[in-house]
């Protein structure tokens, strides 16, 4: 497997003086869903953040190895964040949509870029249906994002994010503040948009991990334990650690 | 003592402390007015407020106080006009952009700004800046509408910039996130995200800060220059209202035309404040009901 489209060497990651990552070396596969899972506290999203340098906006952090995107290490000096942030989109766990209309909330990223120049609607329309969104927000795009439901504000959030076409989509648990009607909502939009993104989602669910993800690493004290395809973490995992944490003995 | 008698107690002690602030302004209203209304059985609302001539010494005295409305207008639009840019660019750059110890430095400057007795200021604006005036524009005077706006920002901007921060301060993390996930720069993120989530706040700093402005007193009794009369410009002096009360109470006879017109000034001024305070409070109202959304 080496359509790898972002791999990480060697990764070592600290808050100040303490250490949250550890010697992390693995690969993303392209066009694939790979769950991040492990206890809390783990290092799951100090990992997800590091993918599109959003650590970076947090003062006394530090990266040590290589993490590589199309072969470039995004930790490059001269790399800029901005670039690596437009092509890997992120959503994050509490849906966060911008006190702005539908319609500005995803038209803001693209506006940035001068993406969609001259033809925003389309793109709008796109990115929400693309969410499975549009059905329900077609005739209010004027009215704010904020009185939308929870459910639908978090598809709004990865409509805004689709909105940049990015190569590479980011998620931190993003259903865990939503009902299961939203949740299955949501999964079903993952399912559909693994054919046209690679898509690295943490997630505490252990079925939810189990239904979407092709792959699925699991992380503890910021180690990566096992990784491999899902069906094998679920099925018969090579370490004694990761299937107590499956089978919910631990964690 | 039960808790439910010690609670009901608390409850009338503090419900008591509240009562006698609110007593206490009471009586100041009720005397402004039946001080300041009977120079209205002499001289109607309508010449009073815009009648364009000030001689309340004169025989027989003229009680126009237009030239002191828009004494006080000007000063405060001007001072307005300075101080928001700097007030508000100070807050953003305090509260987003400076490094922690700049930050500090900042903030403390403004607080010692703040706490400049508003004589000292006007001190300044008398010894420094008038004379400064006067020789670089060739002026009659240095005592002016440009002196008086100058010093009466400098007592503006902390106003404006603590609360203004905040209000920035208060935006969530969540938007700035947002905002940085999908590519934007710091620029963009201060100009497009957190300007508007903070716009109620700063509009309120803004109103706050012309209400501190317009009430004040020792600034422009020293500084703008004490002319009644409408000004053609910026180097013309002007009476603010609060000016005129300060400088003729001594000398107005207790309960004369004069010294009830002067108490009518006070009444004026105080619709005007009111008026100032109402606004900013409609303004965080609004911005913070329909506002984050339509933005
Ligand atoms: N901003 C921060 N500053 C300092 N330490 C942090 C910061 N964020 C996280 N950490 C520490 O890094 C470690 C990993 O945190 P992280 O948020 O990545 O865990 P997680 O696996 O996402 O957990 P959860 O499942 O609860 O979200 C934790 O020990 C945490 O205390
Ligand atoms: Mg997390």
Redesign the pocket.
């Known amino acids: 497997m080496d359509s790898g489209i972002m791999k990480l060497h060697k990764v070592n990651f600290y808050?100040?003086q303490?250490r949250?990552l550890t010697n992390i070396s693995m690969k993303f596969v392209k066009n694939k869903v790979t769950a991040l899972i492990?206890?809390?506290?783990?290092?799951?999203?100090?990992?997800l953040r590091l993918l599109n340098r959003m650590n970076d906006l947090?003062s006394g952090t530090r990266v040590e190895g290589e993490i590589l995107f199309e072969d470039k290490n995004i930790y490059a000096p001269d790399i800029d964040p901005v670039e690596i942030r437009r092509k890997i989109g992120m959503v994050f766990q509490k849906p966060n949509p911008f006190p702005k209309t539908i319609y500005n909330n995803i038209s803001y990223g693209p506006k940035l870029t001068g993406l969609g120049t001259g033809n925003m609607d389309a793109l709008v329309e796109q990115s929400l249906k693309q969410a499975v969104l549009w059905d329900e927000v077609k005739d209010i795009l004027n009215k704010s994002a904020m009185n939308l439901s929870g459910g639908q504000q978090q598809r709004l959030c990865i409509a805004r994010a689709l909105a940049m076409k990015p190569d590479i989509l980011l998620m931190?648990?993003p259903t865990s503040a939503l009902d299961p009607i939203s949740t299955a909502k949501i999964e079903e939009l993952i399912e559909e948009l693994k054919k046209n993104y690679t898509i690295i989602i943490?997630t505490?669910n252990m079925q939810q991990a189990a239904r979407i993800s092709d792959e699925t690493a699991f992380?503890y004290i910021?180690n990566l334990v096992e990784y491999n395809k899902t069906d094998k973490i679920f099925t018969n995992p090579d370490i004694k650690q990761t299937e107590d944490y499956i089978t919910g003995r631990f964690g | 003592m039960s808790r439910h008698i010690k609670e009901i107690i608390i409850k009338y002690i503090f419900f008591l402390f509240s009562l006698v602030s609110i007593v206490v302004l009471g009586l100041i209203v009720f005397s402004l007015f039946r001080e300041g209304l009977p120079i209205f059985g002499k001289v109607s609302v309508r010449d009073f407020i815009f009648g364009m001539e000030w001689y309340p010494t004169y025989d027989p005295p003229s009680f126009g106080i237009f030239p002191l409305i828009i004494g006080s207008l000007i000063v405060t639009f001007m001072a307005t006009i300075i101080a928001v840019p700097l007030g508000v660019l100070a807050a953003i750059y305090i509260s987003e952009i400076a490094p922690a110890s700049i930050k500090e430095i900042l903030k403390s400057v403004i607080e010692l700004l703040a706490g400049l007795p508003s004589v000292v200021l006007g001190f300044f604006g008398m010894v420094i800046i008038a004379p400064w005036l006067q020789e670089t524009f060739d002026l009659p005077t240095g005592l002016n509408i440009i002196n008086a706006s100058v010093i009466l920002a400098m007592m503006a901007i902390p106003t404006i910039s603590s609360i203004s921060e905040d209000a920035l301060y208060s935006v969530p993390r969540e938007f700035k996130e947002a905002s940085y996930a999908l590519g934007a720069t710091k620029f963009e993120t201060i100009i497009q995200v957190i300007i508007p989530s903070a716009m109620s706040g700063i509009s309120t700093a803004v109103m706050l800060g012309m209400a501190r402005v317009i009430g004040e007193t020792m600034v422009v009794l020293m500084v703008a220059g004490g002319a009644a009369a409408i000004p053609e410009s910026i180097f013309d002096s002007v009476r603010p209202m609060p000016a005129s009360i300060a400088a003729e109470m001594g000398e107005a006879p207790f309960r004369s035309a004069h010294y009830q017109s002067l108490f009518a000034i006070g009444i004026v001024l105080f619709f005007l404040t009111l008026t100032f305070n109402l606004i900013a409070d409609y303004v965080s109202h609004k911005f913070r009901q329909v506002g984050s959304g339509t933005l």
């Open positions: 808050y100040g303490c949250a492990g206890p809390s506290g783990c290092g799951k999203s100090t990992l947090i931190d648990e943490v505490h992380f910021g």
